[in-house]
């Protein structure tokens, strides 16, 4: 029987967040606009078959695919938002489940630091090299959750609500991460809007 973990339709993405994931793409790579869909099951092997389907049935393209043991997941995007609708209800369909079956996405940590020193940023912006850099002063806003897959979401709304830097997005394995930074009151505002996200997931 095949679970569902996480499934997180993005009607836009964001232009930080596209290029972010096309850091870490191994396949069709989104652009700005582009309509995505997030969604990881369980067992991991599961995510081969409803790739297949939903590539077969529909025009949308894979942008990624991680296959683990436990979980699999799977990243589908195009222009079309009707074409990503379509292929996350052929794949429900084909698991005889619906997005309410999801697992409930749980906070892990969730904290914003102020005026960052110049020793922290450094040390974040070496260990963090697919996103941008964090500056000197600014203030971070760091987000834990799991299912991890919901991070993308997060991510996504909070570039939309405010002027804020993407350092780090992982969306991948048990917990996913999502840091970024900014003028006080913009990453207080972004933080708001990445909070609300993860509390309710988008469907459609």
């Known amino acids: 029987m095949i679970s569902l973990r996480t499934y997180v339709y993005i009607d836009s993405l964001q232009p930080q967040l596209a290029a972010y994931i096309a850091t870490v793409s191994q396949g069709f790579l989104p652009v700005p606009g582009d309509a995505c869909l997030w969604i990881e099951v369980s067992p991991g092997m599961a995510v081969h078959r409803l790739t297949d389907i939903a590539l077969k049935a529909t025009r949308v393209h894979l942008a990624q695919q991680v296959v683990e043991r436990a979980y699999g997941s799977m990243v589908i995007h195009h222009r079309d938002q009707s074409d990503v609708r379509e292929a996350g209800n ?101 933080a708001a809007a990445a909070i609300s996200a993860i509390e309710n997931p988008s469907t459609t």
């Open 90 to 190: 052929i794949i429900l369909s084909h698991m005889r489940t619906t997005f309410k079956e999801r697992v409930a996405c749980r906070t892990a940590w969730s904290e914003t630091i102020r005026g960052m020193s110049p020793d922290h940023t450094v040390l974040i912006n070496r260990q963090d090299r697919r996103g941008s850099m964090i500056l000197p002063g600014q203030s971070m806003f760091i987000l834990e959750i799991e299912p991890a897959g919901y991070i993308v979401y997060a991510a996504n709304q909070a570039e939309k609500a405010a002027s804020i830097t993407l350092v780090d997005v992982r969306a991948v394995g048990a917990f996913g991460r999502l840091i970024l930074s900014g003028r006080e009151g913009d990453v207080d505002e972004a």
